[in-house]
Antibody, heavy 125, light 107 residues
Framework: QVQLQESGPGLVKPPQTLSLTCTVS??????????WSWIRQPAGKGPEWLGR???????SYNPSLRGRVTISVDTSKNQFSLRLTSVTAADTAVYFC?????????????????WGQGTMVTVSP | SSDLTQDPAVSVALGQTVSITCQGD??????ASWYQQKPGHAPLLVIY???NRPSGIPDRFSASSSGTTASLTITGARAEDEADYYC??????????FGGGTKLTVL
């Protein structure tokens, strides 16, 4: 079955750029019906959707991040990546990658059905 | 703050039925999905698109919606259902939204 695994540095200094990669195993991310999302969760709080992209070049981002976030998909490596610029302590969180489905064939699915285990990122000098 | 509002905590006696609610204007136009999260784990999808369960999710989990309120119901709560539950929907720009979560305690 499809599995997702996040990787990247656990500590980032402000105001540097946070970069994470999600590796997809057990399946291909070339299916254009799927989106690939990044979601973060500060300690003790609910998840916050950061954005998503698919292999057809369609992407969308949380407007609250004010253009700091970019998600890219690399089909040759079966990976997708997150780039978050100008980080501050407020960006400290567990970061999850997830498969995001709007339509599954004729079924309106509209949810994230597979998640990575998450990776903790701390922003600190 | 979240555009989806949940009660911070709910408790239920073992074997009884409990509903967890989620309120938000986006729910008037868009379906809610529900996630279960246990400490140290990623969220697990338990309900999608109104009242559908992914493979492997027990049928004691169900959902409903009316107006700006969506509800997740657990019928016959078990000890392993103790977890945080999050609702999710989308806004009119197709951005995903998450609620602040409800901590369910099974007594």
């Amino acid at each position: 079955q499809v599995q997702l695994q996040e990787s990247g540095p656990g500590l980032v200094k402000p105001p540097q750029t946070l970069s994470l990669t999600c590796t997809v195993s057990g399946g291909s991310l070339t299916n254009g019906d799927f989106y690939w999302s990044w979601i973060r969760q500060p300690a003790g709080k609910g998840p916050e959707w950061l954005g998503r992209a698919n292999t057809n070049g369609i992407s969308s981002y949380n407007p609250s991040l004010r253009g700091r976030v970019t998600i890219s998909v690399d089909t040759s490596k079966n990976q997708f990546s997150l780039r978050l610029t100008s980080v501050t302590a407020a960006d400290t969180a567990v970061y999850f990658c997830a498969r995001d489905i709007v339509w599954l064939g004729d079924l309106f699915f509209d949810a994230c059905d597979i998640w990575g285990q998450g990776t903790m990122v701390t922003v600190s000098p | 703050s979240s555009d989806l509002t949940q009660d911070p905590a709910v408790s239920v006696a073992l074997g009884q039925t409990v509903s967890i609610t989620c309120q938000g204007d986006s729910l008037r136009s868009h379906y809610a999905s529900w996630y279960q999260q246990k400490p140290g784990h990623a969220p697990l999808l338990v309900i999608y698109t109104k009242d559908n369960r992914p493979s492997g999710i027990p049928d004691r989990f169900s959902a409903s919606s009316s107006g700006t309120t969506a509800s997740l119901t657990i019928t016959g709560a078990r000890a392993e259902d103790e977890a945080d539950y999050y609702c999710s929907s989308r806004d009119d720009s197709n951005n995903r939204l998450f609620g602040g979560g409800t901590k369910l305690t099974v007594l």
